[in-house]
C-alpha cells in the first residue's frame, strides 16, 4: 500500500489520499475551527514536562491573583459604604 501524503510514514488506503491517523486529524479539522485546533495544540503539545510544571504554575498565579483582586474589590465596597458622612456630590466620585 502507498504512503500517506500527509505524515509520509504510515500507509493509507488505496483510494485515500490519508492514512486513518491523520483522516482523523483531518475530520478534527472540519467540525472544529482551525484557529481553535492549533490554539489548543500549540497550548498543549509544544511544552515538554518541565514547561507543564511552569504552565500549571502559572495559571495557579492566575488564580490566586484574581482572588487577591477580588477581595480587594471587596474591601473598595466596604469603604464606599462607610462614606455614608459624605455629600452626595462626593460619593458620585
Ligand atoms: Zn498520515
Redesign the pocket.
Known amino acids: 500500500m502507498p504512503l500517506?501524503y500527509?505524515?509520509e510514514?504510515?500507509q493509507?488506503p488505496y483510494f485515500g489520499y490519508?492514512?486513518n491517523?491523520?483522516s482523523m486529524l483531518r475530520r478534527l479539522l472540519l467540525i472544529n475551527s482551525p484557529q481553535k485546533c492549533i490554539d489548543i495544540l500549540k497550548r498543549t503539545l509544544t511544552r515538554d514536562n518541565k514547561q507543564i510544571g511552569f504552565k500549571i504554575n502559572q495559571e495557579i498565579k492566575k488564580i490566586l491573583n484574581k482572588e487577591i483582586e477580588e477581595k480587594g474589590q471587596e474591601q473598595e465596597e466596604i469603604n464606599k459604604t462607610d462614606s455614608s458622612y459624605m455629600t452626595r456630590s462626593k460619593i458620585k466620585k
Do not use: V
Open positions: 500517506c500527509y505524515c510514514e504510515q493509507r490519508y492514512c491517523d491523520c
